[in-house]
């Protein structure tokens, strides 16, 4: 099974900066690779698939880069809404799998 | 797009089964290439995918142990919708659970969240 660790756990962030989050799997997936932001107590909302692809209604400074097994997603300037527990998902092996989840929280 | 609609109880007593619903609008239960699915979040264990049913068969997630054996997810053509029901419930259960569809295998559409307590 594919095992998929993201990193940092925690990141600290000032409204305005860059974040700049890691998700690493044990073994490639291609680009079937999926970024989720969810906020507690809301449902969680697709916002990158295919590594690099801003789904519906994602702002411009979400950007997902990385293929086989080093993927990162960057959120350029970061808005009071972005704050969030953002999870990376590979679904090129079954079964899928999610990392652990990073919590962006403000500095 | 596809819209899900949840329903079920809030609280349910220890020993007994939680049950909750997924409408489908904008697609169908009973399409071979959609994923449908549920998950949970609770402040101990974080997002928790729970399991699928998929063009007729079902996938329940080993990793999360604590539900293994007592879980069941199944679709209701007649009503484009499924379901949830996860038996001998405990405090332990208490969480947000979500429905969500999955398309080459992305979740790309949620429904709006259950929060399920369990308690006397």
């Known amino acids: 099974e594919i095992v998929m660790t993201q990193s940092p756990a925690t990141l600290s962030v000032s409204p305005g900066e860059r974040a700049t989050l890691s998700c690493r799997a044990s073994?490639?997936?291609?680009?079937?690779l999926a970024w989720y932001q969810h906020k507690p107590g809301q449902a969680p909302r697709l916002v990158i698939y295919?590594?690099?692809t801003r789904a519906t209604g994602i702002p411009a400074r979400f950007s997902g880069s990385g293929s086989g097994t080093e993927f990162t997603l960057t959120i350029s300037s970061l808005q009071s809404e972005d704050f969030a527990v953002y999870y990376c998902?590979?679904?090129?092996?079954?079964?899928?799998?999610f990392g652990q989840g990073t919590k962006v929280e403000i500095k | 797009q596809v819209q899900l609609q949840q329903s079920g109880p809030g609280l349910v007593k220890p020993s007994q089964t939680l049950s909750l619903t997924c409408a489908i609008s904008?697609?169908?239960?009973?399409?071979?290439?959609?994923?449908w699915n549920w998950f949970r979040e609770s402040p101990s264990r974080g997002l928790e995918w729970l399991g699928w049913?998929?063009?007729?068969?079902?996938?329940?997630?080993d990793h999360v142990r604590s539900v293994k054996s007592r879980i069941t997810i199944n679709p209701d053509t007649s009503k484009n919708q499924f379901s949830l029901q996860l038996n001998s419930v405990t405090p332990d259960d208490t969480a947000i659970y979500y429905c969500?569809?999955?398309?080459?295998?992305?979740?790309?559409?949620w429904g709006q969240g259950t929060l399920v307590t369990v308690s006397s």
């Open positions: 049913t998929y063009s007729g068969s079902k996938y329940y997630n």
């Open positions: 969500a569809a999955a398309r080459g295998g992305t979740f790309a559409s």
């Open positions: 295919g590594a690099s």
């Open positions: 904008g697609d169908s239960v009973s399409r071979n290439d959609t994923a």
């Open positions: 073994q490639s997936v291609s680009s079937k």
């Open positions: 998902q590979q679904s090129n092996a079954w079964p899928w799998a």
